[in-house]
DNA sequence: CAGACAGCCTGACGTCGCGTCAGGGTCAAG
DNA sequence: CTTGACCCTGACGCGACGTCAGGCTGTCTG
């Protein structure tokens, strides 16, 4: 199977003119020339010719490119490797921008300005302090949901409906103690949350007290959350969030 | 409060020779001058700098910077929207470049090789259908789910309870067809299967029979979601998947 | 008060990654 | 045998700066 020049532009998503830059350049070289001295694209070069628009995409300059794919001590993997962890840096900088113009949309309403600092972070090197918290507090992309990710993918049915049971056990004799009016900051009641962190941590991710403490905030200011305790007792989803903050308190002054 | 161009360029994370070309194409300039020459720039030129390093980081070229943020139809937050939404394309954009560096390395270690046509889908011009059902199958970065977001914002507590409600009762009947023999893709397992499709339209976002298939398909792929249904009843998982695909079908046929 | 040094200024040329003609050959279809 | 789509090789242009060069400013130090 062989291409042209027009034919494997279209199909890459790039000009003519870049496939005869990169010839010219020496970045991507057609395998073979016709007796016209048409340009014929092989396999092997589309394989080239997707190496470098995945590093050109990442803002390589092209030099360095070919310096990266000529280099014989580098296989195939591990550019695949390469190119994914800097696909999700670039993830992790572009969500952290989504962050900020909502920071900024958020501030605007409130009428409140941010301070220059603030307002910059983002563009810095990308490895300010600031930016790397900001960035933990958008679920979906901390390192705990990735744990999360990893273990969960090993689960089988079963797993999945002992956990579940589990967790319903602890919201049950949450409800239990709700109803015999043990009290939300009693050692019985920390005790529960406790359980109820242990089992995050077993299940899902490290869920050190002052993480524990932000998810039991998130079940009275999330209303889906709050439903679902709602649903168990009325005021349950108070009751935890209070047991859950108490025992994170417990705990880091103990 | 005002700033030198060195100060500008470390806060911005620019350099100092950007912001003399910024100056010299009008794009951004110091609102002052010291008796020396010295440019002096002030907050609105902070604002300024900052709309235009994000729609650089977009990849407008600058002129255009210059007539979007000279526009005097523009306010700020109409840019600030604009460049959330910009920046939430690009971040679908990338996780689709994620997604197909992911399927390269897992073709290699499974010994297959992947067609010229899926292996350039994801640098088209972004439009590709191709690359529209990929980012389709990510959930958390789909226009359903952006819809949903905005929905069920506006939610209530007590609109929580309904809908779980709504959800349990279609749930509890899928389980009585199943327990009384109703074979999953008869006209009455259908129909509650389009209930359920229906209802899903109505609180959280447009689900086209095409996107319910798929979401069916998942019940029985993913672990989670099978175990939920498992607990509801033995074989539900499946029986639900069944029932939702051949009402897809149904309707696409019909 | 000299001088050293960091920081500022304005040209002016260089670079990278192509876009965009110009001028001309190739090839399958009608 | 022409037409039109596609291919070739220069060659120039451009956007967004990088990188000197040559010179002024401002502050601190001895």
Redesign the interface.
Known sequence: MSWTVGELAR????TVRTLHHYDRIGLVRPSERTSAGYRSYD?RD?DRL?QV??YR?LGFPLEEVATLLDDPDAD??AH??R??RL??E??ER??A??AA??K??EA?QMGISLT??E??EV???GFSEEYQAEAEERW?DTEAWAQSQRR?SA???D???RI?AEGEDVERRFAAALADGVPADSPAAMDLAEEHRQQISRNFYDCPPEMHAGLGRMYVED??F???Y??IAPGLAEYVSTAVQANAARRSAG
Chains 1, 2 share one sequence.
């Open positions: 199909l890459a998503g790039v396999l589309l997707q628009l995945v995409e195939p993997a695949l490797r190119q994914h696909l999700r670039r993830l572009t969500q921008m989504v113009v909502e900024e949309m605007r220059p600092e307002r910059f563009f810095g090197d979906c969960t689960y089988t049915k797993d999945w409906v579940k209303e889906r709050t439903a679902h709602e649903q």
